[in-house]
């Protein structure tokens, strides 16, 4: 069986650092390792629509926005077919028939959906589109055929419903779907980065991100302002790791090399949460730390966003030409899907 790669974000808004550790820097390394038949990476618009419905600009703004940080991050558009969601039209039929195959007392009991409808306040007022994003995810991974999902792990219950569903239709209308699964991140702590909040997720619904595009000086402003041990007041008194997020993020982007690049009185992160656990390092320090760190990390990233964004007819025709390639497929696994439907009446 072919090793198919799909993935996507929502353009909500630009790329954060939630993003690159809990997906894109897994998207990089299966990029490069040559093991995939095929790759493909989307703009979920017609996603983001379903809680942005009011604000159409918002979601074609960021559109821009997403493609822009793919390339800048160095997703390769020699490798990967990018396409844009709602430019797939197959892609609704597929969801339109899914929605026989699924209750609406399992789209409730999604935890990701629902913690999301707490979040937005919807109360009883549930846009029945918003409810049934995870359907439409399973037509985008089952249209594509994809069998590896590189996701953070707020998405392990959207690749649940879609299994579900594959197997569902296959014992209906015949073998003809394939089931996925999620590649989540080499480190733990970055299933699921929190924001510089400490409270939830990294979310660009939420306002509390450090995004990849950010200049040095916002930056250095976000990482000072990162929420670290409230107890922790003067230099000397003993400091907490746990739900220090300055120390989250050193465990989710510290390497050993940039750690010595940037720290000169510890040999290694451990030996400085020993001594900050004990008493005698400030906020301001172990924050200056972060700060380099994550410096070194995103400054190429900047700079080759720049370069790109010079540029944005060549930006559009890489999307375009995507686009373009994913419709192909598209339509020919359509008739497949229909035949095993019986709908494919004048074929
Ligand atoms: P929105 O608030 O609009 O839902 P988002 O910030 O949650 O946006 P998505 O586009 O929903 O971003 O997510 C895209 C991908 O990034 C998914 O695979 C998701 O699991 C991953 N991801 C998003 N936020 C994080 C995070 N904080 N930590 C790890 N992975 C994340
Ligand atoms: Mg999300």
Redesign the pocket.
């Given at each position: 069986m072919e090793k198919i790669i799909l993935?996507?974000?929502?353009p909500?808004?630009k790329l954060?650092l939630?993003?690159y550790?809990?997906?894109i820097k897994k998207r990089l390394e299966m990029q490069a390792s040559n093991d995939y038949d095929k790759m493909y990476v989307m703009i979920?618009d017609s996603q983001?629509l379903t809680d942005n419905f009011d604000n159409p600009s918002k979601i074609r703004e960021s559109v821009k926005e997403i493609i822009l940080d793919y390339l800048a991050c160095g997703l390769d558009p020699e490798k990967i077919t990018f396409f844009i969601q709602s430019m797939i039209p197959e892609l609704t039929e597929y969801t339109f028939y899914y929605l026989n195959l699924v209750t609406l007392a399992r789209l409730e009991r999604n935890p990701t959906v629902k913690n999301?409808l707490q979040q937005k306040e919807f109360k009883n007022n549930i846009p029945v589109g918003f409810l049934c994003y995870p359907v439409s995810q399973a037509a985008d991974i089952t249209l594509f055929k994809a069998t590896h999902i590189p996701?953070?792990?707020?998405?392990l219950p959207m690749l649940e419903q879609t299994n579900e569903i594959v197997r569902k239709f296959n014992s209906l209308y015949g073998n003809t779907l394939v089931e996925c699964e999620a590649i989540l991140p080499d480190n733990e702590i970055?299933?699921?980065?929190?924001?510089i909040d400490g409270k939830n997720?990294?979310?660009?619904?939420?306002g509390n991100?450090i995004y990849l595009s950010d200049e040095e000086d916002i930056l250095k402003e976000k990482v000072m302002k990162m929420y670290t041990d409230p107890n922790h007041i003067k230099v000397s008194d003993p400091g907490q790791i746990e739900g220090n997020v300055v120390f989250t993020y050193l465990d989710a982007f510290e390497t050993p090399e940039l750690f010595t690049k940037y720290c000169k009185d510890y040999v290694s992160l451990a030996e400085l949460k020993k001594a900050y656990q004990k008493g005698g390092v400030g906020d301001m320090y172990i924050k200056k730390i972060l700060f380099n760190i994550l410096n070194d990390i995103l400054t190429p990233i900047r700079e080759r966003r720049k370069e790109y964004a010079k540029d944005m007819d060549k930006v559009y025709a890489i999307l375009k030409q995507g686009t373009s390639n994913a419709r192909e497929v598209a339509k020919t696994n359509l008739k497949e899907f229909k035949k095993a439907l019986r709908i494919d009446y004048f074929d």
């Open positions: 993935t996507g974000d929502r909500t808004g954060h939630g993003h550790v809990g997906s979920a983001a999301e996701v953070g792990v707020d998405q970055c299933f699921r980065l929190p924001g997720k990294m979310s660009k619904s939420l991100c």
